[in-house]
């Protein structure tokens, strides 16, 4: 059975628009190339008014892979920790 990984970054609030564009440009266009990864999705929360409905983080990352060990792969890849690395500074927080 393949896992969905998904996280939810919270960004500070003097995070610029063109920065978290940045992000989501680098999620679809670089973490995508990582070997073990099927597909990956990006994008904002639509701001569903419901009890439920979480609308305070600013961009989502949902990702495919095969197995435990395709989900530990990335997590190591350098791709990944470069793109934590680049962009870690804007969160407030992340989950996953």
Known sequence: MSILHSVFF?????????TIEAQR???LG???TIKTVKWVK??????IERDVVDNE????LHLEVESKADL???QTDPTHLAFVGRFKAN????RV
């Open 10 to 18: 919270y960004f500070k609030p003097e995070t610029e628009v063109a």
């Open 25 to 27: 440009e680098a999620i």
């Open 30 to 32: 670089q973490l995508s």
């Open 42 to 47: 990006a994008g904002a929360p639509f701001g």
């Open 57 to 60: 983080y600013g961009m989502s």
């Open 72 to 74: 530990d792969a990335y």
């Open 91 to 94: 969160w407030v927080k992340i």
